[in-house]
Structure formats: C-alpha cells, structure tokens
C-alpha cells in the first residue's frame, strides 16, 4: 500500500481541505458517520466538484465501504499490493 504524500492537503484556490493528497493528482476523503445527513453531503459534493475541476481525482472512503476494495480497484494511487 502505497501511503498519501501529504496529509490534510489545503486547496487554497478553491478553499477545499483534502483528508490526504498524492502527487498523482488524488485527493482523498475519510467520511465518518457525520457525512451521512444530507446538509453535510451535499457540502461534501461541492468541495469534491471544486477539486474535479482542477483536475483532480477525487475519492472518498466512507466509514462503512470495504476500503481493501477500492485500494484494489485503484492500483495506480495505491499500488499494486
């Protein structure tokens, strides 16, 4: 597993803070349980459609996902194995 390159990565241009960053151009979200109300959600999919048109690669990690999954489905952020 390959680990972030920064943590609590600030996008100042847009005023959005990324749980972790990689240089390969991902930002990525862990969402807790709070994210779960729709106030937080939709703010959430704001701050995400603001880093996409940067031209990042946006993923979030929720609280219930099989994270082991999503590091297998994207290889080219987290390595291989």
């Known amino acids: 597993l390959r680990f972030p390159d920064e943590a609590q990565t600030l996008y100042g241009s847009v005023g959005v803070?990324?749980?972790?960053?990689?240089?390969?151009?991902a930002a990525i979200f862990i969402d807790g349980p709070h994210h779960d109300g729709l106030a937080q959600r939709e703010e959430d999919q704001r701050k995400r459609?603001?880093?996409?048109?940067l031209g990042l690669g946006v993923l979030a990690f929720r609280y219930d996902?099989?994270?082991?999954?999503?590091?297998?489905k994207?290889?080219?952020?987290?390595?291989a194995g």
């Open 17 to 25: 803070q990324a749980d972790f960053s990689y240089r390969s151009g």
């Open 49 to 53: 459609a603001a880093l996409e048109d």
């Open 65 to 72: 996902d099989d994270w082991s999954a999503i590091f297998k």
């Open 74 to 79: 994207w290889p080219g952020i987290f390595g």
